[in-house]
């Protein structure tokens, strides 16, 4: 009954994540702490699940034990010198715990589903529920994009929405979630594992997903849908219809980027985006601040939860001021949720080594999902994990860009790659 109930939980958490930040935002003008305890879900279904994954593990013994310690490897590496450094600079073990824990915690919810779900049949399950919510938003963009458009351009009345939601002259669709970059990644993902498990996947609902990543007019989305058309021309050659004018709309957005095309249609003078220049100083200052904490503290770096993340925003870190951060940037930083730049953050905070260590990660899922590619049991499932090997680039791409703490995105995709790695590992094992 226990394990049902485990089970149930993590097909409701999943469905939930989409609608998560937007959930919230709802909810904290009437209760602020219903919203926190809403914002905080995630990290609470980690936190009381990971122990009972290991407890199970260590009971049945059924996750063999060479995949798992090359998933793990780099999660106690990271973990153990997160915590040297921690201790080495003095630093609180709370915050020092707390930093660490924000850096892993999306990956440790892998081991969750691999422990609970491990029969294929229950992953197709849940997908096509996950499809079905991806298919809707993607539907919903597109009447956002409808909507917006018809309004700027043919009723010619000025849109309420703000500039900064607008890209050469397109609205960028959030649909009912929070973030248009987070939205485009999202219908990626599901659109990136539905055609490697389909044969014949139907086209009004790839229609939707691939509406969605359009319309919510990302460059990574975009970068991503691009790989993603690649590696599916042997076996969709429609998608060359699709990579054509996508090549040249990301030559339109890298080359004259957030140009808004109301100054050549005389609706609206041109505006800039709102707070680009100031968003362009602030990456600038703050990437510049964590190159420095870097330089001084270049092996273990300053101690997790000490700069850049949520983590030190919360408990007011020592280092913004004695790095001579400015107050304004400081309010941005805290507004924003993190300094938006991941890897000169994990630089600061846990060096050299810790960098590596994360870094290896991906390696070590790449590896992980391509053994467990080559011993599938069928083509179907060998078709999963060539996805998820492609989403795993697709994300760590996305790392370089910017923050890597997308809840919506990496609960769901180590979600997937658990349940894959679950179902599959007993065939490895024998």
């Known amino acids: 009954m226990i394990e ?5 939980w993590l097909f409701i958490i999943l469905i939930f994540l989409p609608f998560q930040r937007k959930i919230v935002k709802i909810l904290l003008p009437v209760s602020r702490e219903a919203g926190n305890f809403i914002s905080y879900l995630d990290e609470i279904t980690v936190i009381i699940f990971i122990p009972l994954a290991v407890l199970k593990f260590y009971r049945k013994r059924e996750f063999p034990d060479r995949l798992f310690m090359i998933l793990l490897s780099p999660i106690i590496i990271f973990s153990i010198s997160g915590l040297v450094s921690g201790l080495s600079n003095g630093n609180s073990i709370f915050i020092t715990s707390l930093g660490i824990f924000d850096y892993v915690k999306n990956f440790l919810v892998l081991f969750i589903y691999a422990s609970f779900i491990r029969d294929i049949k229950d992953f197709k399950k ?9 298919v ?7 009447s956002q994009e409808l909507w917006a458009l018809s309004g700027r351009y043919v009723l010619r009345v000025y849109s309420n929405l703000d500039d900064q939601s607008w890209r050469l002259g397109v609205y960028r669709t959030t649909s009912l979630m929070h973030n248009p970059n987070v939205f485009g990644l999202y219908c990626l993902v599901i659109l990136t594992i539905y055609l490697s498990i389909s044969d014949k996947p139907r086209y009004l609902f790839s229609l939707s997903l691939i509406s969605g990543i359009l319309t919510s007019v990302s460059r990574i989305a975009y970068t991503g849908l691009m790989i993603l058309g690649v590696s599916q021309l042997q076996k969709r050659r429609w998608f060359i219809w699709i990579l054509i004018p996508l090549i040249i709309i ?3 957005i890298f080359s004259i980027e957030d140009v808004n095309l109301l100054k050549h249609l005389n ?3 041109q505006l800039l985006l709102y707070g680009n220049e100031e968003l362009i100083r602030f990456r600038n200052a703050t990437r510049d601040t964590a190159l420095i904490i870097w330089r001084d503290h270049f092996f273990l770096g300053a101690g997790p939860g000490t700069y850049g993340g949520k983590v030190s925003l919360r408990y007011n870190s020592t280092l913004y001021k004695k790095y001579g951060l400015s107050e304004e940037f400081i309010d941005y930083a805290r507004n924003f949720g993190s300094i938006d730049q991941f890897w000169p953050q994990i630089l600061a905070e846990c060096g050299i080594v ?12 790449t590896v992980v999902l391509l053994i467990l590619k080559i011993w599938s049991s069928s083509e179907e499932i060998s078709g999963l994990f060539t996805g998820l090997v492609i989403i795993t680039l697709i994300i760590f791409i996305y790392s370089l860009y910017t923050g890597l ?5 990496l609960f769901t995709y180590s979600a997937i790659a658990g349940m894959a790695i679950g179902s599959e590992s007993r065939h490895y094992y024998k």
């Open 4 to 8: 049902l109930i485990i089970r149930y």
């Open 126 to 134: 849940l997908f096509n529920i996950l499809l079905m919510v991806a």
């Open 136 to 142: 809707a938003l993607g539907f919903i963009a597109i």
């Open 250 to 252: 990301m030559i339109a």
């Open 267 to 269: 609706l609206e003078k």
């Open 354 to 365: 810790g960098t590596l260590a994360f870094a290896s990660l991906f390696i070590s899922l």
């Open 405 to 409: 703490n997308i809840t919506s995105i």
